[in-house]
């Protein structure tokens, strides 16, 4: 999937990004990662494409249109449109692309420009003189027919998909069994779903008394889940996510099992989460606040089907051998073929652990991708940065990792003297 960003914030003008099914987001602070997964994640959403769509679906907050939109300075002011889009290969029925653009109306991002296209056809939806909305269809290199459209009747989060479908059908004239296909076919969004997940989770609790395990980013439902799944003898999750667990929690020294001790005999009684490290077992608040940080990222990744895992930090709170074993815990998924990450971290232990599994064989290096944040002046350059099947660094520009080298050097040059 290929990720099109057009003056959003530090993004000016058009910047295009590939991603892979494990792809790294490093950089310094504020060159724009956390924008760039809020911009992964709204592709992702039904909103993608409707009239008034919101950019604050936790755990992302864009603000307004005035805080989205690039800011270029000067006489040049602030962007009066900014893009956000996506390109999918492999289809069943061709290339996709999609590319929804947007203005400012009383201060909040409207639909401007919606545009679509897979195979042969394409469909482009013009909203410039409101409330007339202008749709040219074109299909199989014939002549484009366009189509005015009342927009009035467009509720503010639906789906451009659903509207053109509906108003295409109440046409007196039946229209062409291909154009109402086309339309069919242009779903929103990408074909793998994404879940994001909060840099900073839950607090450990020490009893739990909810009984909703439905996702939220801060993973406040994963003690739920884990309590649901460990009370039913035929969850078919349970043997999976159990081994995930007891293997991960091994290998980063974190803990030795998880539990959980049910204060009642009722399925929405309370519960508490067990760990058990060197000694018996402990409560979940007794133990280092590390595990409650890396549990949600752990359990999301194992119980999720086929899906995107947008994780912001997930070494948060974790010694270096715990965030390089987050780095081989993503690559045996990612091989195994059950999930897709864009993760933003400041880990060099994760980084490197990575490179490690790809020259180990884990995971193929035409499947990782690193994404390097540059901010020069106002704007943010992003390098891709691409391995080799060892593990070795390709292509990377001077300023990658200077830092660090620089700081070695610094140590070696004190050790020598």
């Known amino acids: 999937m290929e990720v099109f960003l057009e003056n959003v914030r530090c993004f000016c003008n058009e910047h295009r990004f590939s991603l892979e099914p494990l792809t790294l987001l490093v950089g310094e602070n504020s060159t724009g990662k956390s924008t760039f997964m809020a911009m992964v994640d709204h592709l992702s959403q039904s909103e993608f494409g409707s009239l008034r769509p919101s950019f604050n679906n936790p755990p992302f907050d864009l603000g307004t249109y005035d805080s989205i939109a690039t800011f270029k300075g000067g006489r040049y002011g602030?962007?009066?449109?900014?893009?956000?889009?996506?390109?999918?290969?492999?289809?069943?029925?061709?290339?996709?692309?999609?590319?929804?653009?947007?203005?400012?109306?009383?201060?909040?991002?409207?639909?401007?420009?919606?545009?679509?296209?897979?195979?042969?056809?394409?469909?482009?939806l013009e909203m410039q003189d409101w409330p007339v909305a202008k749709l040219t269809v074109e299909l199989d290199q014939a002549k484009p027919r366009v189509f005015s459209l009342d927009a009035t009747a467009m509720e503010a989060g639906m789906p451009v998909s659903f509207l053109l479908h509906s108003a295409m059908a109440q046409f007196p004239e039946a229209p062409d069994p291909k154009i109402l296909g086309l339309i069919r076919t242009l779903r929103l969004g990408p074909a793998i779903p994404a879940l994001a997940l909060a840099p900073i989770r839950t607090r450990p609790r020490r009893t739990y008394d909810e009984f909703y395990d439905n996702f939220m980013p801060e993973g406040d439902h994963i003690p739920v889940l884990l309590a649901r799944?460990?009370?039913?003898?035929?969850?078919?999750?349970?043997?999976?996510?159990?081994?995930?667990?007891?293997?991960?929690?091994?290998?980063?020294?974190?803990?030795?099992?998880?539990?959980?001790?049910?204060?009642?005999?009722?399925p929405t009684d309370p519960?508490?989460?067990?760990?058990?490290?060197?000694?018996?077992?402990?409560?979940?608040?007794?133990?280092?606040?590390?595990?409650?940080?890396?549990?949600?990222?752990?359990?999301?990744?194992?119980?999720?089907?086929?899906?995107?895992?947008?994780?912001?930090?997930?070494?948060?709170?974790?010694?270096?051998?715990?965030?390089?074993?987050?780095?081989?815990?993503?690559?045996?998924?990612?091989?195994?073929?059950?999930?897709?990450?864009?993760?933003?971290?400041?880990?060099?232990?994760?980084?490197?652990?990575?490179?490690?599994?790809?020259?180990?064989?884990?995971?193929?290096?035409?499947?990782?991708?690193?994404?390097?944040?540059?901010?020069?002046?106002?704007?943010?350059?992003?390098?891709?940065?691409?391995?080799?099947?060892?593990?070795?660094?390709?292509?990377?520009?001077?300023?990658?990792?200077?830092?660090?080298?620089?700081?070695?050097?610094?140590?070696?040059?004190?050790?020598?003297?």
């Open 78 to 124: 602030r962007a009066d449109r900014f893009s956000v889009g996506l390109t999918e290969n492999g289809a069943e029925d061709g290339t996709r692309k999609i590319v929804a653009t947007y203005r400012s109306h009383r201060g909040q991002p409207q639909l401007l420009r919606y545009q679509a296209s897979i195979g042969p056809g394409s469909v482009a």
């Open 229 to 266: 799944i460990w009370q039913e003898e035929k969850e078919p999750q349970k043997g999976q996510l159990f081994e995930a667990l007891n293997a991960f929690g091994k290998t980063s020294s974190l803990f030795k099992h998880i539990g959980v001790r049910r204060l009642g005999k009722g």
């Open 271 to 417: 519960f508490q989460i067990l760990v058990t490290t060197a000694g018996p077992p402990a409560n979940l608040s007794d133990v280092g606040y590390g595990v409650s940080q890396a549990l949600p990222v752990a359990v999301q990744s194992v119980i999720t089907g086929r899906s995107r895992l947008l994780i912001q930090q997930p070494e948060v709170h974790l010694h270096p051998r715990g965030q390089a074993e987050l780095g081989s815990f993503f690559a045996r998924l990612v091989t195994r073929g059950q999930k897709e990450y864009v993760i933003e971290t400041h880990s060099d232990y994760l980084l490197d652990r990575v490179r490690v599994e790809v020259g180990k064989g884990t995971v193929p290096a035409k499947d990782v991708l690193i994404l390097f944040f540059e901010k020069v002046g106002q704007e943010t350059h992003v390098h891709q940065i691409r391995l080799d099947g060892s593990g070795n660094v390709l292509n990377a520009p001077a300023t990658y990792r200077s830092f660090f080298l620089q700081e070695e050097t610094s140590l070696f040059s004190r050790a020598t003297n």
